[in-house]
């Protein structure tokens, strides 16, 4: 079984900082891209940042210049460092990853992390 398991989520007061962590694990031969989404209630899931696997990287603009997307190969981990957080980023961020994995046959798929909240308030 190949999973996604997220950690750092939490409440911080505007201006302030988190981390996001986003480990895979099982079977795993290679991670392709990796990347975190975000979803408010009643909005579509949208993209925040995303990491190649040569470490080429995509971000929302309203994350630029405030949220860094990382990751560590040896660990199968990506980390989301968010500063200067605002109200607006306020949502359940979500770990994705593009995984080829498998014991008896190999596949190709998308993980999903089970989502942590980060809520900003004063």
């Known amino acids: 079984q190949v999973q996604l398991v997220e950690s750092g989520g939490g409440l911080v007061q505007p201006g302030g900082s988190l981390r996001l962590s986003c480990e895979a694990s099982?079977?795993?031969?290679?991670?392709?891209?990796m990347g975190w989404y975000r979803q408010i209630p009643g909005k579509e899931r949208e993209l925040v940042a995303i990491?190649?696997?040569?470490?080429?990287?995509n971000d929302a603009d309203s994350v630029k210049g405030r949220f860094a997307i990382s990751r560590d190969n040896a660990k199968n981990t990506v980390y989301l460092q968010m500063n200067s957080l605002k109200p607006e980023d306020t949502a359940v961020y979500y770990c994705?990853?593009?995984?080829?994995?498998?014991?008896?046959?190999?596949?190709?798929?998308?993980?999903w992390g089970q989502g942590t909240q980060v809520t900003v308030s004063s």
């Open positions: 099982g079977s795993i031969y290679r991670i392709n891209a």
């Open positions: 994705n990853a593009d995984v080829t994995y498998g014991v008896d046959s190999v596949r190709r798929g998308t993980l």
């Open positions: 990491i190649g696997s040569g470490g080429n990287i």
